[in-house]
């Protein structure tokens, strides 16, 4: 499986960006999938996470109340909106795989990455 991130971008504290993960090579509506962050200097960390029919999410509390995740099984893609953004946002947004049906937070858990894709919030 190969998954690729995109729609990163610099944008104003307070505004919004709506990243894609679309992968290819096996279909993945079977499994959960994932959105962790790195921030500069910092260790990757859980962002969100949904079931394999979108039926659940998990969401670090850092993020909760402002972005949602999202998946469209029939274009094989998952979604991350982010509303609200702060500038402790900024990092890079990796898309990932876990290959079981239910949400999962931790990075060992996850058996596919994509490349990541650069979020940058401005104050």
């Known amino acids: 499986v190969q998954l690729q991130a995109f729609g990163g971008g610099l944008v104003q504290t307070g505004g919004s960006l709506r990243l894609s993960c679309a992968a290819s090579?096996?279909?993945?509506?079977?499994?959960?999938l994932g959105w962790f962050r790195q921030a500069p200097g910092k260790e990757r960390e859980f962002v969100a996470s949904?079931?394999?029919?979108?039926?659940?999410?998990s969401y670090a509390d850092s993020v909760k109340g402002r972005f949602t995740i999202s998946r469209e099984n029939a274009k094989n893609t998952v979604y991350l909106q982010m509303n609200s953004l702060k500038p402790e946002d900024t990092a890079v947004y990796y898309c990932?795989?876990?290959?079981?049906?239910?949400?999962?937070?931790?990075?060992?858990?996850?058996?596919?990455w994509g490349q990541g894709t650069l979020v940058t919030v401005s104050s």
């Open positions: 090579g096996r279909t993945v509506s079977g499994y959960a």
């Open positions: 990932a795989l876990r290959p079981f049906l239910w949400v999962g937070v931790g990075q060992n858990e996850y058996a596919y």
């Open positions: 949904i079931t394999w029919n979108g039926d659940t999410t």
